[in-house]
């Protein structure tokens, strides 16, 4: 069912991107000039500056949004235990990562860029819509609008499935509260689903208590940045003690990292430089302050539970 979900989900926020790209570029061709005068042209991409209009600063303080934009990403791997054939499918998910950055983020940035000049882009306003709109599509807001909805489901639909099952391997290894190692009678791990449903609701009451939509999406998405930089920096750890430990295992992989525990180490400093553009802006350091309280929380709880199964193993000798 998750599947199936996010097949349909992926595929209206496909549609809309390739949508976006096509009209952009062929706007370009045709030369068009917008009702201020504006050309569509490919030198709108360098022009005003270059490419870095602000300097280096400009560009460094994009780096969060853009690693929020891969949150999620892991879950290539975490699919290994749902497909049928993970040999096949996994390095194929995997190696068509890079083709789809370049599709989906690279050209639809360049074709909303090569329209409408950096400078004329405003914050309050969707470019996606605002192409649409110059390409003559009155209803432009309105697709858009029902796109976005159906890729913030699809970010959810993601968000329940992972959470669920992450919640059920480490109850199962007993590292969670065992209530979320069962079972509904459809094999799904149901408390966590549930639970991971009350979170998205607390999230979503997130808006009531910081009244600047802005402020609180920068809040989220700096904090779900730091964190899942935390869980990726855990996954290339465990790969470095993966090598350490079976050398031989590793050896006998059909499918090995490229780059192997070099490209580890060049990952960890890309994340602690990251950490450090945070920061850098008021609006990010917040929050990048805010995060230690939820590790704290975190090993506060896992202790209980620790010194609670100790006094218990203690009361059955």
């Known amino acids: 069912m998750f599947?199936?979900?996010?097949?349909?989900f992926a595929l209206i926020k496909i549609v809309a991107i390739i949508a976006l790209v096509v009209v952009g570029f062929a706007l370009v061709s045709w030369?068009?000039?917008?009702?201020?005068?504006?050309k569509a042209s490919l030198a709108n991409l360098w022009s005003d500056g270059g490419f870095f209009p602000h300097g280096l600063s400009g560009f460094f303080a994009g780096f969060q949004i853009a690693v929020f934009a891969f949150v999620g990403i892991e879950l290539v791997g975490t699919t290994a235990a749902e497909t049928a054939d993970p040999r096949r499918n996994l390095p194929k998910a995997i190696n068509s990562i890079p083709v789809r950055i370049i599709i989906f983020y690279v050209l639809a940035l360049a074709a909303i860029m090569a329209v409408t000049p950096w400078r004329l882009v405003e914050a309050d306003k969707s470019?996606?819509?605002?192409?649409?709109?110059?390409?003559?599509?009155?209803?432009?807001?309105?697709?858009?609008?029902?796109?976005?909805?159906t890729s913030a489901t699809s970010s959810a639909n993601s968000g329940m499935f992972s959470t669920s099952r992450m919640l059920y391997g480490l109850a199962?290894?007993?590292?969670?509260?065992?209530?979320?190692?069962?079972?509904?009678k459809a094999a799904v791990p149901s408390l966590g689903l549930l639970f991971s449903c009350f979170c998205l609701l607390l999230g979503a009451a997130l808006i009531y208590l910081v009244p600047n939509l802005l402020t609180a999406f920068t809040l989220v998405t700096t904090l779900s940045a730091v964190l899942f930089m935390?869980?990726?920096?855990?996954?290339?750890?465990?790969?470095?003690?993966?090598?350490?430990?079976?050398?031989?295992?590793?050896?006998?992989?059909?499918?090995?990292?490229?780059g192997g525990v070099f490209m580890c180490w060049v990952c960890l400093a890309f994340f602690a430089f990251v950490?450090?553009?945070?920061?850098?802006?008021?609006d990010t350091r917040a929050a990048l302050l805010a995060s230690p309280v939820w590790f704290v929380l975190l090993g506060v709880v896992y202790a209980w539970?620790?010194?609670r199964e100790r006094a218990l193993v203690r009361l059955r000798e």
């Open 275 to 282: 950490l450090v553009l945070l920061c850098l802006q008021s």
């Open 305 to 307: 539970k620790r010194r």
């Open 127 to 149: 470019p996606f819509v605002e192409l649409f709109v110059l390409a003559g599509v009155p209803a432009a807001a309105s697709l858009i609008n029902f796109v976005v909805l």
């Open 230 to 258: 935390f869980v990726w920096s855990l996954i290339l750890c465990a790969y470095m003690a993966y090598r350490r430990k079976r050398p031989q295992q590793h050896a006998d992989s059909t499918y090995k990292m490229p």
């Open 172 to 184: 199962g290894e007993n590292h969670a509260p065992k209530p979320f190692a069962r079972l509904s």
């Open 3 to 8: 599947g199936e979900l996010e097949f349909w």
């Open 31 to 38: 030369g068009f000039r917008s009702p201020a005068g504006n």
